[in-house]
């Protein structure tokens, strides 16, 4: 049982926008306080739900460390600290070697099957893994990939993303009826090869939808000009926009019909989450992903998935979706269902029944 616990999380950031779960859970739960890096952005967090702000050590997130916390902990009596950050954060090293049990909520995926010298790097992983109370990853792929990588069995996980988007900037928005004959593609992401926005370039111009299709690309990145000469040169009917705001990406959903996520795997990452996908499906729009990392979990419909780097592939997708409008529209619905378990309301109420797991398991042992 969760009653009168006293649970402490302890964040990598103090931006209120990156912290709707954990605002959601102190609302939930009074129990719960919040630790944050001494940053201006703390002040940016409701008057109902304050973290408190700790002076700190180190720039990155994994290697920074709040000054003062651990006798916080201590003096305090916290029942649990949950953690968001990776087993091998210094955060994470220091905490788990205290007497107060602790729940590590990462969102990396890939672990044993990186290369030698990007697991090097990783200092004390199964140290960890072996000391923790309960381990979190924001989607099913690292989860399963740090139970490889030396999460024991009996170890109590759950999938919990860490950093949902406010349901209220992408309320659902009424599908558009494409009896026009065109369907319109979003894409929305940085403008990197690993991202995949050359597939959604080249895949309107592929037979099934030459003609028939127009896209908008929303980001900025070291491809950008790349992008724009590609879509000359073969006549793809595409807006490279550039850099967008919040509202931007919002305005651009309800344009669309279809979102495409076309990442690319590479031996060093692979999609550890999509949250322009959650967006999409808040605001009530099908996805067309590649089957990487987190994708196919997100997406939830094989139907959608499409090898990485094939834009045939993603093309024949869409074409089924626009020569079939009450698929379409279905599958927009379906969306709509499956984002609201990514709700920070969904979430919070996952991970307060999680946090009753692991000290329940605790009082067991």
């Known amino acids: 049982m ?38 201006p952005e703390a002040a940016s967090w409701p008057a109902d739900a304050r973290p408190t702000p700790l002076p700190f050590l180190g720039t990155r997130h994994n290697s920074q460390w709040l000054s ?15 953690l968001l950050g990776e087993p091998w954060s210094l ?80 309320p659902p928005a009424p599908a558009r009826a494409v009896d026009d004959g065109v369907l319109r593609l979003l894409f929305v992401g940085r403008l990197v090869a690993e991202k995949g926005a050359e597939d959604v370039v080249r895949m309107t111009c592929e037979p099934p939808l030459r003609g028939r299709v127009r896209a908008r690309i929303l980001g900025e990145g070291p491809e950008q000009r790349a992008l724009r000469a590609l879509a000359t040169r073969i006549g793809a009917p595409v807006e490279i926009a550039g850099a967008a705001t919040e509202d931007d990406v919002r305005r651009a959903m309800v344009w669309s019909d279809v979102v495409v996520v076309p990442s690319r795997p590479t031996a060093r990452w692979t999609e550890q989450w999509g949250r322009v996908v959650v967006e ?9 992903a590649t089957d990487s990392g987190e994708l196919p979990f997100l997406v939830g419909d094989p139907g959608l998935l499409a090898p990485p780097s094939s834009p045939a592939a993603l093309a024949r997708i869409a074409a089924r979706l626009l020569d079939a409008p009450a698929l379409l529209r279905a599958k927009q619905e379906d969306a709509a269902v499956r984002g609201q378990r990514h709700t920070p309301a969904a979430l919070a109420t996952r991970t307060l029944a999680f946090w009753a797991e692991v000290l329940d398991a605790r009082r067991r042992r």
């Open 68 to 82: 003062g916390l651990e006798a916080i902990i201590a003096g305090d009596r916290f029942d649990l600290v949950h």
């Open 280 to 288: 999409a499906m808040l605001t009530q729009r099908a996805v067309i």
């Open 91 to 170: 955060s994470a090293l220091r905490l788990v070697r205290g007497q107060t049990p602790v729940v590590v909520h990462g969102v990396e995926n890939l672990c044993a099957e990186a290369p030698l010298a990007y697991r090097a790097r990783r200092f004390g992983v199964r140290y960890v893994l072996g000391r923790v109370a309960g381990y979190v990853n924001w989607g099913e792929s690292g989860l399963r990939a740090f139970a490889a990588c030396g999460l024991p069995a009996a170890t109590p996980r759950a999938v919990i993303s860490g950093a949902p988007p406010d349901p209220a900037r992408f």
């Open 2 to 39: 969760l009653s009168g616990a006293r649970v402490a999380m302890v964040l990598p950031l103090a931006d209120a926008r990156a912290a709707h779960l954990c605002i959601e859970c102190m609302r939930r739960h009074p129990g719960v306080s919040v630790f944050v890096p001494s940053q």
